[in-house]
């Protein structure tokens, strides 16, 4: 299946684009709006994402597991996307969070814990959030972040999909995946 086992720490994961505040953009499989996380993975294999962890928490970057029983929804196919609710709401299924995105500014991570060492795969330091307008890389995995009036979750992030310049001020702080100048 061209999937890349989990001999390592992984590279090449991003949190790509999210939603801090949904009001009527991209229902879950119930038609509930809430606030989600793309994950997008450069990599040229497949890679399953159970066991990996999402916070918005530093302090305690083990906030969330993501299910290991679940490969036929937490793969994500090289070059390709997964989404995952940030709801609170763990208990509705594999692909949602047991947390929400804080709208008036926080930080995003995914971390593998691996040989007893947690591993800060990428995060994302962000500001404050606006409803239905979403926040992501363009391009995806790069370290160019921009606010999106048309979400893309779960496909590519252009550069052309409505932006809001006079947003573009709110930069944040990217470390360490990927970085420059």
Request: proline residues 6%.
């Amino acid at each position: 299946k061209n999937i890349r086992p989990v001999d390592d720490v992984l590279t090449g994961l991003h949190i790509n684009e999210f939603v801090a505040i949904s009001g009527q953009v991209y229902p879950d499989e119930f038609g509930s709006f809430s606030d989600w996380i793309e994950v997008y993975n450069s990599n040229s294999l497949s890679i399953n994402l159970g066991g990996l962890y999402f916070s918005n928490d530093e302090n305690d970057l083990t906030k969330h597991r993501i299910p290991i029983n679940a490969p036929q929804h937490t793969t994500i196919p090289a070059k390709g996307y997964a989404v995952f609710r940030a709801d609170a709401l763990p208990q509705l299924g594999t692909l949602h969070l047991g947390f929400e995105i804080a709208s008036q500014g926080g930080s995003l991570f995914l971390s593998q814990l691996f040989n007893g060492t947690v591993f800060r795969l990428d995060e994302v330091y962000y500001s404050v959030q606006e409803t239905d307008i979403s926040y992501g890389r363009a391009p995806d995995g790069s370290s160019n972040w921009e606010f999106f009036a048309t979400a893309t979750p779960g496909a590519r992030n252009s550069g052309n999909s409505s932006l809001r310049l006079d947003a573009l001020s709110k930069a944040p702080i990217v470390f360490p995946n990927p970085a420059s100048d």
